[in-house]
Nanobody, 125 residues
Framework: QVQLVESGGELVQAGDFLRLSCAAS????????MAWFRQPPGQEREFVAA?????????HYADSVKGRFAISRDNVKNTLYLQMNSLKPEDTGVYYC?????????????????WGQGTQVTVSS
């Protein structure tokens, strides 16, 4: 079992930056592919970014965040991060951390076994 707790969400202005963190407990993260999803108001949960547990740390990003967001993991601290730069109002939503016990990155929420409670990010124009 993995417990995930996100933090770092807040209200910011367009163009600002934020770093989200996801602290894991209950199991070491080094065998889990980790991902960030977000749920904009009134919309379904969508993929943002993921990083494989493999040593080369393969990453994958949604087109909407590519070049602005960076996902990283610290397996010693058992923590996942999402650095978000040049934020836009359309980045607003609840951001969730997720984990799946596999080396393969997947883009659908149903492919992930463990979820955090979410952290709210609001970007004002």
């Amino acid at each position: 079992q993995v417990q995930l707790v996100e933090s770092g969400g807040e209200l910011v202005q367009a163009g600002d930056f934020l770093r989200l963190s996801c602290a894991a407990s209950g199991s070491a993260l080094n065998k889990y592919t980790m991902a960030w999803f977000r749920q904009p108001p009134g919309q379904e949960r969508e993929f943002v970014a993921a990083v494989s547990w493999m040593d080369n740390g393969i990453t994958h990003y949604a087109d909407s965040v590519k070049g602005r967001f960076a996902i990283s993991r610290d397996n010693v601290k058992n923590t996942l991060y999402l650095q978000m730069n040049s934020l836009k109002p359309e980045d607003t939503g609840v951001y969730y951390c997720a984990a799946r016990y596999s080396e393969n990155i997947r883009l659908l929420p149903a492919e992930y076994n463990y979820w955090g409670q979410g952290t709210q990010v609001t970007v004002s124009s």
